[in-house]
């Protein structure tokens, strides 16, 4: 049977090119394994993949009865539905450990680093198996966004060493541009309803039997963001928490000025603001926070914990 690789809900950058990088590093080892991903690519996710000349995989939301390897994520929240369903192979991530299960050992590869390609990078060196040069770009461009351009507190060595061999393999010159040309693209808002900017980037997380969304958009300029979308978000953030959840949150980073606008919506709002060090107002700006895995989350599941 062939396996999917399969990235979370909501797919950004990594979790789609992990699928296909992944799928290249499990055919080489002469495993059978078809990428696949749980949405369509997001506006910066379709620019990398138009540069570097590869397909989108093909969407997938249910995996009962599959084989399933899993990129960029442990968590059962952000997993198919019907996942218990499933059998999981492999995990590949850069998080924290999720709470997903197996009835059998698996191989599972989590480093502490800033995207789950570096950690794909590690292993293609491990087991020898080529990178052809358009995945080598792709790869590229996925550490380049989740690192924020090596600005992120998450970046690690090990990243920086993996995007400078993949810029090599891809021809890449010039990272500074390609990822600013990146950026542009995935700050483009045009078209786009205040939910569908929203859950770009979206993830839920149990927080202590609490169900809290969260989700992050990066811009190169929060001026981008007028006073009328910032009241449409805010209000749609309103919507999201209505559907099940605690607290629905969007993280507005701003790229160029390496801080992040807070906005939410919960039924305690004062658990948000106090672990995120803030009080509550129409302008919650927290200063240096870029990555929602190393300077929200953590602070906000031992909040929940207390």
Same mark, same amino acid.
């Given at each position: 049977?062939?396996?999917?690789?399969?990235?979370?809900?909501?797919? +950004?950058?990594?979790? =789609?090119?992990?699928?296909?990088?992944?799928?290249?590093?499990?055919?080489?080892?002469?495993?059978?394994?078809?990428?696949? /991903?749980?949405?369509?690519?997001?506006?910066?996710?379709?620019?990398?993949?138009?540069?570097?000349?590869?397909?989108? @995989?093909?969407?997938?939301?249910?995996?009962?009865?599959?084989?399933?390897?899993?990129?960029?994520?442990?968590?059962?929240?952000?997993?198919?539905?019907?996942?218990?369903?499933?059998?999981?192979?492999? =995990?590949?991530?850069?998080?924290?450990?999720?709470?997903?299960?197996?009835?059998?050992?698996?191989? $599972?590869?989590?480093? @502490?680093?800033? $995207?789950?390609?570096?950690?794909?990078?590690?292993?293609?060196?491990?087991?020898?198996?080529? =990178?052809?040069?358009?995945? /080598?770009?792709?790869?590229? $461009?996925? =550490?380049?966004?989740?690192?924020?351009?090596?600005? %992120?507190?998450? $970046?690690?060595? /090990?990243?920086?060493?993996?995007? /400078?061999?993949?810029?090599?393999?891809?021809?890449?010159?010039?990272?500074?541009?390609?990822?600013?040309?990146? *950026?542009?693209?995935?700050?483009?808002?045009?078209?786009?309803?205040?939910?569908?900017?929203? *859950?770009?980037? *979206?993830?839920?997380?149990?927080?202590?039997?609490?169900?809290?969304?969260?989700?992050?958009?990066?811009?190169?300029?929060? %001026?981008?963001?007028?006073?009328?979308?910032?009241?449409?978000?805010?209000?749609?953030?309103?919507?999201?928490?209505?559907?099940?959840?605690?607290?629905?949150?969007?993280?507005?980073?701003?790229?160029?000025?390496?801080?992040?606008?807070?906005?939410?919506?919960? +039924?305690? @709002?004062?658990?948000?603001?106090?672990?995120?060090?803030?009080?509550?107002?129409?302008?919650?700006?927290?200063?240096?926070?870029?990555?929602?895995?190393?300077?929200?989350?953590?602070?906000?599941?031992?909040?929940?914990?207390?």
């Amino acid at each position: 049977m062939t396996a999917l690789v399969l990235g979370h809900k909501n797919p +950004d950058t990594d979790s =789609i090119v992990a699928a296909l990088s992944a799928a290249n590093l499990y055919r080489g080892r002469g495993i059978d394994v078809k990428p696949v /991903a749980q949405g369509e690519p997001a506006p910066e996710t379709a620019f990398v993949l138009k540069t570097f000349n590869l397909a989108a @995989p093909e969407v997938v939301t249910s995996v009962a009865g599959q084989n399933v390897y899993l990129v960029d994520y442990s968590d059962l929240a952000q997993a198919p539905a019907d996942f218990d369903k499933a059998n999981l192979l492999g =995990i590949i991530d850069h998080h924290k450990l999720g709470d997903v299960t197996s009835v059998a050992p698996v191989e $599972c590869y989590i480093q @502490p680093v800033g $995207c789950s390609n570096t950690v794909i990078k590690f292993l293609h060196d491990l087991y020898n198996v080529e =990178i052809p040069k358009d995945l /080598a770009g792709a790869m590229l $461009c996925a =550490i380049l966004s989740d690192t924020v351009l090596f600005k %992120s507190p998450t $970046c690690t060595e /090990a990243d920086k060493k993996a995007a /400078a061999e993949l810029a090599r393999i891809a021809g890449v010159e010039d990272m500074q541009k390609l990822g600013m040309d990146m *950026f542009k693209a995935k700050s483009n808002l045009d078209g786009a309803t205040p939910r569908e900017l929203i *859950f770009r980037d *979206f993830k839920d997380f149990d927080m202590s039997g609490h169900k809290v969304g969260i989700g992050q958009l990066e811009l190169t300029s929060l %001026s981008m963001v007028t006073p009328e979308l910032k009241a449409a978000l805010k209000a749609e953030l309103e919507v999201i928490k209505g559907e099940g959840r605690h607290s629905a949150i969007l993280v507005l980073t701003d790229v160029m000025e390496e801080g992040s606008e807070l906005l939410l919506s919960s +039924d305690d @709002p004062e658990v948000i603001t106090k672990a995120l060090n803030t009080t509550l107002s129409d302008k919650m700006w927290l200063p240096g926070v870029m990555s929602r895995k190393k300077q929200v989350v953590p602070f906000l599941e031992q909040a929940f914990k207390a």
